[in-house]
């Protein structure tokens, strides 16, 4: 004799299911239930010189309106978002497609830079983010007088 009632163990099974696809949507990037939001992750290129740290993100159709750039510490954020509307006509049909996706990329620095000298230029679905590096610390020599 079983002490799971079949209706238990139906409901039980759907809701693992639930719990399974939401944990595979999370761990993708997706949002439950709304197919037309998606994250993205743009490719992003650092380049370190001795002077400053230089990145790129290619981040195409993101108006620059929708995109912001942040420093904290030595962590440099990156967000934006993505939006297309798309509108076929024909003679026997009408199709609208809309599509937004987010990213959002948290970068640490190396090294510390001039928070003040940063230039970011975004053109033609390129951004690009110049850090000047601070100067490095020196080590001062100190002479010790003999009394």
Do not use: C
Not at 23 to 51: M, N, Q
Not at 78 to 99: A, D, L, P, Q
């Amino acid at each position: 004799m079983s002490l799971i009632k079949r209706e238990s163990l139906d409901e039980d099974l759907v809701a693992f299911r639930r719990q399974l696809d939401h944990l595979f949507d999370a761990f993708l990037g997706r949002e439950p239930f709304d197919l037309r939001k998606e994250h993205w992750f743009p490719t992003i290129d650092e380049v370190e010189s001795d002077k400053e740290i230089v990145i790129r993100a290619e981040l195409p159709g993101v108006d620059e309106k929708d995109l912001s750039v942040t420093l904290l510490g030595n962590t440099l954020r990156i967000k934006g978002e993505k939006k297309s509307e798309k509108e076929e006509k024909g003679k026997n049909f009408h199709r609208t497609e809309n599509y937004y996706g987010t990213f959002e990329r948290a970068l640490p620095l190396s090294a510390s830079v001039d928070a003040e000298k940063i230039k970011a230029d975004y053109t033609k679905g390129v951004l690009e983010i110049r850090l000047p590096k601070k100067p490095e610390l020196k080590a001062k020599e100190i002479p010790v007088l003999h009394s």
